[in-house]
């Protein structure tokens, strides 16, 4: 079955970076599409950043121009590179990838699989 497997999450100050990584196992599906999602405490989770197959990336408004989504295939990871983090960033950070047929879009309904997430505070 899939697995997705994130890291790099922690404690930064407002101003800071972090590069967040996910790294799937048996996800070969083609085409295909992943990305990142978040939720914050009381808040409905919310999509990040997406990256498809053919290469093309869907950003939320909230993170445009600071978090960039990138993946190596050759390890089959993903990454999620975040600069100039404010404190709206804090939140549980999940890797997700797209059911087969799914759209690749910044909406969770076609995502069937989900990494345990990890934790970013930026204070």
């Known amino acids: 079955q899939v697995q997705l497997v994130e890291s790099g999450g922690g404690s930064v100050q407002a101003g800071g970076s972090l590069r967040l990584s996910c790294a799937a196992s048996r996800y070969t599906f083609s085409p295909y599409c992943m990305g990142w999602f978040r939720q914050a405490p009381g808040k409905e989770r919310e999509g990040v950043a997406v990256?498809?197959?053919?290469?093309?990336?869907i950003y939320a408004d909230s993170v445009k121009g600071r978090f960039t989504i990138s993946q190596d295939n050759a390890k089959n990871i993903i990454y999620l590179q975040k600069n100039s983090l404010t404190p709206d960033d804090t939140a549980m950070y999940y890797c997700?990838?797209?059911?087969?047929?799914?759209?690749?879009?910044?909406?969770?309904?076609?995502?069937?699989?989900w990494g345990q997430g990890t934790q970013v505070t930026v204070s």
């Open positions: 990256l498809d197959s053919d290469g093309s990336t």
């Open positions: 997700a990838a797209v059911r087969p047929g799914g759209a690749c879009s910044l909406s969770s309904a076609a995502f069937g699989y």
